[in-house]
């Protein structure tokens, strides 16, 4: 009688079982890499109703942050600077600027200009910006150069992994007060050293716990 | 009996939760078996829908994989930021405002927290005599009430939508032919006030309109008790009581910790007097007389259950007893007629005794039920024993406007013989809310022109000819005074949210014609009178704190007109028919819930379980077990009640401890047209009410129907098996044995199975619940549900065990059915450090957290609830439905933000308050400092009338937590379990007379 499988099926068992190995580890690489954040969210860079370059007023004006984000060193939000915060100088400056003619428009009518959110965090995750920055956190660590940004990206995955990565080990983005909007600030070569003093006098102490941003 | 082992306490007492586990009835082990009653976890709720979980999952499937497909982009959102800028306002931090709550003739202060411009959570004001920082369920929900959807929003004529400017031509129009008249067919029917701008405006109106009507009226209102005391002294006058300098308290129907007005107060008074740091201290003692159980009742050191048409008589013995003793109390012989031979005599000489031993440091009070004539005996009372001036003071109020039941009838014949043309309803739901002998809806139809101004299109508004939408205290200016003449400013936080006007908005276009703004009219008031010195700093200051400093009115000297005491005790009519079980006393209480009703659409007021009861949406007919026993009654039962000539059919609803043949019924449901929430909860008492007896009277009769009625009631959830959960001694056993409590239980030594975590650092957080001081007052319950964005589920939901309250009240009894007593204990979440749900979370959401925190990560959880299967206390609850998705936008204005709002499939529980705790921290934290005691309070502490929660940090030796939990009351339930829960009890300690030990409290 025939045999019914020729002789190479016999390598089948282990073709398939090899190759179903690889499937579902390109397809873990494949959610691993491109489920991410770092490939969902980094890079995101939006339309914005008014092309607002922080290249110009930050890098080339030197604008401090703090002038238009005013609520950031006490409130959980870094608010949006109101339209009023515009006309403070585009009544002199470029008032008859075709760019701005939404800012213009939002302060006549008292409607607000509708500007897309960049950095977005789950509604699950409580993130409080004044505590960041009274403990030495710049804004160029989480929001990247702004002084280059003619629109403004999302630079960093913020994920929960990315935010516990400087919660254990916050040697990296402290730095002195006086630094915090400062977008291009190196740490000094004993960062290691004048973190690991502050972390031993308990003025720097991130939580690890759920409990710190989850509620 | 005894298949289930009941906890054994010093006095071999007894604890059942309700008559099924007393007699351990199937339904009840059921219940007690299952997490869960039969087919909670099926999809059975959507009418019509025959989906089994299987074909349910089948189907989802197919979606699960098509709507992964969809959701790779994000989605653009969009950031509005203000325009300009307000100045005060940064957004993500909340800003208090102090105003206040006008109820009744009273007003409660609060400090109300705002999130750019939204309030979203009540406080009571601790600069404000009323609530002194604390508050009540009533205060707590009333943020719902600004939010609730069912508002009316605009205004109506007829079916046609009008506007404010067509009320104010309309009126215009009219003003001029009332003026010529003097106000002759014009009347005015207005809630109760103690307001000085509706009080200037009531006098304006009465001297523009002399012929005119004004009437106050409301169905609970304060007359009787404000009638007496006008008796006893001459003066109107409110009551004001110091209960923390009482020793000895005697309750006459008077439930002051929670029903009454001024029950934040008056609660936190009487808990002030027992917290018993030690065995060495002293404590109060409270004798209660009533008919029903109230939380009052479930407090007493001693009660005696007595139908309350006899109370007044129990009173005038009472009296007669001190009067024995040598006390100057006006004579009521003409009384001696009342029998009350099944009250032991040896119970009011005793309690006499007690009170001239206690001269000047006891204090008598009497409810809002009771006749006038027994408030003015009480007054008496009070004067002869030297009280006046300490435990009891009658400020003078000058600008209350008191319900008047007498005018209200008169205004209510005028209506019907037509000589009424115009009436204005400021303000309240008469169509509802009269009594049905008046007759007041046909009446009400006979008036030509009706305005009707109120918050929501209800029976009243179906059948004006104008309504006009009025506005929440939150949105509206005002002023009112509190019981002792303290004045706040009423403060708007928030525009009016719909077209709605404010009472003295509309009253002041009556009286005028013209359209003021209430700033206007509040500030017009105040400049004239009140602060008319330097008066704008005064204002600022006022607005500022909630209250104008040292601004009682005077006390009326405690000067008693015997003579008119004891004429009015004379031609009132105190006797008592005899009660049967063929005519029996119909009682009619406010309900704890609603109050008369107007809160009927208010869903966490609704859900929230009745301290006694513990029936959610519902009210019933509560009647003793031996009157249901007679009758053949049990709980569930519909029957017919028939009472002078009217009748209506009723659910029985048994509670243990209630005066025999008496049947007290609560008002403020069987609403019609309350809105979506509120709408036919519940029976509608007022189809029984009479003018003529508008409290109580007998000739009740109950008839079986047949028929049953399915309850939603709490008392059996979280049954904890009968083990000692809670703990109690009188205080001469504590003073015997000041270890008692944590004694109670003896365990082999406590050993892990593991290494456990020593939380030894930084803050360790921790409560203790004192249930010496707790009320039961479900304070705490709202203000957790308003703090958490815990959503209400409804009746039926209820009765399948799905409520979601994180805080539990736990109501036992203990002793016999027919004199039990009765003791609650509030069970949240314990936060164990060796945590039994902890240890089952198949996906690590629920974990412990440095500072001992049990946390719930409620983006982890996957909703297997084995965590509440582990649960020993049974404290977590589950959202067995996406119960918020469907919020109405305004609801959805109420959340806190600070607190995530859980979807389906979620398990959750009391987090401490985390979101204080880390808004704390951060304060901390950027200030350089430690977070001080105090600076943290939880949402229930903070709420807490009595001050029964204390909360804080347990490793500083210094806190009011750790000093709390070395109270020797201290103790841990289940500690056997070496669960070690971070939440621990102060037990409850009662203080009956020695000399009435084993003296039967009767039974009416």
């Known amino acids: 009688m025939a045999q019914i499988f020729p002789r190479w099926t016999n390598n089948l068992p282990p073709i398939v079982a090899g190759g179903a190995g690889v499937v579902a580890a390109l397809a873990a690489f494949f959610f691993w890499y491109y489920g991410s954040p770092k490939y969902t969210d980094v890079g995101y860079r939006p339309k914005q109703p008014v092309p607002y370059s922080h290249r110009l007023h930050v890098g080339d004006l030197g604008m401090d942050c703090r002038y238009c984000h005013t609520s950031v060193e006490y409130s959980s939000v870094s608010i949006i600077p109101p339209t009023q915060t515009c006309m403070n100088c585009h009544t002199l400056i470029l008032p008859q600027s075709e760019k701005l003619l939404p800012i213009r428009e939002s302060y006549a009518t008292g409607k607000p200009m509708q500007w897309v959110k960049v950095h977005k965090l789950p509604d699950y995750a409580y993130f409080n910006h004044s505590i960041h920055i009274a403990k030495g956190v710049g804004c160029a660590t989480c929001h990247g150069d702004l002084s280059q940004m003619e629109v403004v990206e999302q630079k960093q995955p913020l994920s929960m992994g990315w935010c516990l990565d400087c919660h254990r080990s916050p040697e990296i983005p402290i730095r002195p007060a006086e630094e915090i909007t400062n977008m291009k600030w190196t740490p000094p070569a004993n960062q290691r050293e004048i973190v690991a003093k502050l972390r031993a006098s308990g003025a720097i102490a991130p939580p690890e716990d759920c409990s710190a941003c989850h509620r | ?1004």
């Not at chain 2, 013209?514 to 607005?543: M, P």
């Not at chain 2, 008119?564 to 029996?584: I, P």
């Not at chain 2, 003529?692 to 709490?714: I, M, Q």
């Not at chain 2, 805080?807 to 009765?822: C, H, K, M, Q, W």
Request: aromatic share 8%; hydrophobic share 35%; proline share 5%.
């Open chain 2, 1 to 1004: 009996m005894s298949s289930v082992n009941r906890p054994d306490g010093r006095n071999g007492r007894e604890y059942w939760r309700s008559l099924d586990q007393l007699s351990q009835t199937g339904e009840f082990k059921e219940f007690l078996n299952r997490e869960f009653p039969q087919g909670a976890s099926e999809l059975e709720q959507v009418e019509n829908n025959d989906w089994s979980r299987r074909n349910f999952i089948t189907l989802m499937g197919a979606s699960l994989a098509l709507a992964g497909l969809a959701s790779c982009r994000r989605p653009e959102t969009h950031v509005l930021p203000y325009v300009k800028a307000p100045e005060e306002i940064i957004p993500g931090i909340a800003i208090q405002y102090a105003t206040a709550m006008p109820l009744g003739t009273g007003v409660y202060g609060v400090v109300v927290e705002a999130h750019e411009g939204r309030p979203t959570k009540i406080e009571g004001n601790e600069l404000h005599p009323s609530t002194k920082g604390a508050s009540n369920a009533w205060i707590q929900a009333s943020i719902l009430n600004l939010y609730d959807p069912d508002r009316s929003r605009r205004v109506m004529q007829g079916a046609s939508e009008k506007t404010w400017s067509d009320v104010t031509s309309f009126w215009r129009g009219e003003l001029t032919k009332h003026q010529a008249n003097k106000g002759a067919g014009l009347a005015v029917l207005s809630e109760q006030h103690n307001s000085p701008t509706f009080a200037r405006l009531v006098r304006q109106f009465k001297s523009a309109f002399p012929m005119a009507t004004f009437v106050t009226w409301e169905p609970a209102g304060d007359e009787l008790k404000i009638e007496g005391i006008r008796i006893a002294t001459g003066s109107v006058a409110q009551p004001v009581y110091d209960l923390a300098k009482a020793s000895v308290i005697v309750s006459l129907d008077c439930d002051f910790v929670f029903g009454e007005s001024e029950s934040v107060v008056n609660a936190r008074g009487f808990a002030d007097g027992r917290r018993l740091k030690s065995e060495k201290e002293s404590m109060n003692r409270l004798y209660v007389v009533e008919s029903a159980f109230t939380s009052t009742g479930a407090t007493a050191d001693h009660r005696i259950c007595l139908q309350v048409q006899r109370i007044g008589a129990f009173a005038i013995r009472l009296a007669q007893a001190l009067r024995a003793k040598g006390l100057a109390i006006p004579s009521a012989d003409g009384l001696s007629s009342i029998d009350l031979s099944d009250i032991d005599s040896k119970w009011v000489s005793e309690l006499a005794s007690e009170l001239l031993s206690s001269r000047g440091r006891s204090v008598v009070m009497a409810g809002r039920r009771l006749p006038a004539p027994v408030h003015a005996l009480v007054c008496a009372i009070n004067s002869a024993l030297d009280n006046v001036g300490s435990t009891v003071a009658w400020h003078s109020a000058p600008d209350v406007n008191v319900t008047n039941a007498n005018e209200f009838a008169t205004l209510v014949n005028a209506m019907k013989s037509g000589s009424i043309s115009t009436l204005f309803v400021l303000g309240g739901n008469p169509v509802y809310s009269a009594p049905a002998d008046l007759g007041f809806a046909d009446a009400y139809k006979k008036v030509a022109t009706t305005i009707h101004l109120g918050t929501h299109v209800d029976e009243t508004a179906e059948v004006s000819t104008w309504h006009i939408p009025q506005s929440h205290f939150l949105e509206a200016w005002g002023d009112a005074r509190s019981v002792d003449g303290t004045l706040s400013a009423i403060q708007p936080l928030i525009e009016p949210l719909y077209h709605s006007k404010s009472d003295i908005e509309l009253l002041a276009l009556v009286v005028s014609g013209v359209d003021a703004r209430g700033y206007d009219i509040v500030r017009e008031t105040w400049g004239a009178s009140i602060t008319a010195l330097d008066f704008e700093s005064k204002w600022r200051r006022a607005l500022h704190d909630g209250v104008v400093a040292d601004n009682r009115t005077a006390a009326v000297p405690a000067l008693i007109d015997s003579g008119a005491v004891a004429n009015a005790l004379r031609s009132a009519d105190l006797s008592s028919d005899k009660l049967s079980s063929s005519s029996m006393e119909i009682v009619f209480a406010v309900s704890g819930a609603t109050f008369d009703g107007r809160w009927a659409n208010n869903g966490w007021l609704q859900e929230v379980p009745d301290p006694i009861t513990k029936l959610t949406w519902d009210n019933a007919a509560i009647m003793s077990v031996g009157t249901a026993e007679v009758l053949g009654l049990a709980s569930g039962d519909i029957v017919k009640a028939g009472y002078s000539g009217r009748s209506m059919d009723l659910p029985v609803w048994i509670v243990p401890g209630n005066a025999d043949n008496s049947v007290t019924v609560a008002l403020g449901y069987g609403r019609r047209s309350a809105g979506s929430v509120g709408t036919d909860i519940g029976f509608d008492v007022n189809a029984l009410r009479t003018s003529k007896a508008p409290y109580f009277d007998a000739g009740l009769t109950l008839s079986k129907t047949g028929r049953t009625y399915v309850f939603s009631t709490t008392q059996d959830h979280g049954s904890m098996e009968g083990r000692p959960i809670i703990r109690e001694a009188t205080y001469e056993e504590y003073k015997r044995d000041p270890n008692f409590a944590p004694e109670m239980v003896e365990h082999p030594p406590l050993e892990s199975m593991w290494n456990e975590h020593k939380y030894d650092t930084g803050y360790q957080w921790g409560m203790v619940i004192d249930l010496n001081s707790c009320v039961g007052c479900n304070a705490c319950t709202v203000a957790c549900q308003s703090e958490n964005n815990i959503p209400i589920v409804g009746k039926e939901q209820v009765r399948k065990g799905r409520e979601m309250h994180w805080i539990r009240l736990d109501r036992y009894f203990a002793g016999s059915t027919d004199e039990p007593t009765v003791l609650h204990q509030p069970m949240a979440c314990h936060h164990c450090e060796l945590a039994p749900c902890e240890q089952v979370c198949p996906v690590a959401a629920t974990v412990h957290d440095h500072e001992g925190l049990n946390v719930m990560v409620y983006n982890r959880c996957i909703g297997t609830r084995y965590c509440s299967n582990n649960c020993p206390y049974k404290v977590r609850r589950f959202n067995f439905w996406n119960y918020t998705k469907d919020y109405p936008e305004t609801i959805k204005m109420a959340q806190n933000p600070d607190v995530t709002v859980r979807s389906r499939g979620v398990m959750e529980k009391c987090t401490y308050c985390v979101q204080r705790i880390s808004e704390g921290r951060i304060t901390a934290k950027k200030e350089n400092r430690e977070i001080r005691d105090g600076e943290v309070r939880s949402a229930c502490q903070q709420a807490c009338p009595t001050g029964a929660i204390t909360f804080g940090n347990i490793l500083d030796p210094n806190s009011a937590v750790s000093q709390a939990k070395k109270i020797n009351r201290n103790y841990v339930v289940l500690e056997e379990l070496n669960t070690k829960p971070r939440t621990s009890y102060l037990a409850r300690v009662r203080n009956p007379n020695p000399a009435l030990e084993g003296v039967s409290c009767g039974r009416g």
